[in-house]
């Protein structure tokens, strides 16, 4: 199933973010092993099913940690992944970013490009 959802949703160029309803999404780092990437994301969706089964505060603080600790092993989270030395731009809205004329060209409204 893809995340993917309208037209506007899509990937950066560089495959650092994933935009989804205007605002950027840092992907995992592409670099990890194959394996380990599946084993990382086993453990994001069990831990996000512990978020959502979880009875008390206690529970639901850990299973959030879990997540964190998930993410961050993903490259989605903490440091970046890539070493050009170009600033992470993970959940800001794309027009407030230099990724802002790419995206309004895509949309083809280049006049929201001003706005950046």
Same mark, same amino acid.
């Given at each position: 199933?893809?995340?993917?959802?309208? +037209?506007?949703?899509?990937? @950066?160029?560089? $495959?650092?973010?994933?935009?989804?309803?205007?605002?950027? =999404?840092?992907?995992?780092? !592409?670099?990890?092993?194959?394996?380990?990437?599946?084993?990382?994301?086993?453990?994001?969706?069990?831990?996000?099913?512990?978020?959502?089964?979880?009875?008390?505060?206690?529970?639901?603080?850990?299973? +959030?940690?879990?997540?964190? @600790?998930?993410? $961050?092993?993903?490259?989605?989270?903490?440091?970046?992944? =890539?070493?050009?030395?170009? !600033?992470?731009?993970?959940?800001?809205?794309?027009?407030?970013?230099?990724?802002?004329?790419?995206?309004?060209?895509?949309?083809?409204?280049?006049?929201?490009?001003?706005?950046?």
């Amino acid at each position: 199933m893809s995340v993917i959802r309208t +037209r506007h949703d899509c990937w @950066t160029p560089d $495959r650092r973010y994933l935009v989804i309803r205007g605002r950027l =999404w840092r992907l995992s780092n !592409p670099f990890l092993d194959p394996a380990e990437h599946a084993k990382l994301v086993h453990e994001l969706m069990s831990a996000r099913r512990a978020v959502l089964v979880a009875t008390d505060s206690r529970d639901r603080m850990a299973a +959030r940690q879990r997540v964190d @600790t998930a993410k $961050r092993a993903l490259g989605e989270r903490g440091e970046v992944w =890539w070493e050009d030395g170009s !600033p992470d731009y993970n959940r800001r809205l794309v027009r407030n970013t230099p990724y802002a004329a790419w995206f309004a060209n895509r949309l083809g409204d280049p006049s929201t490009a001003l706005h950046a």
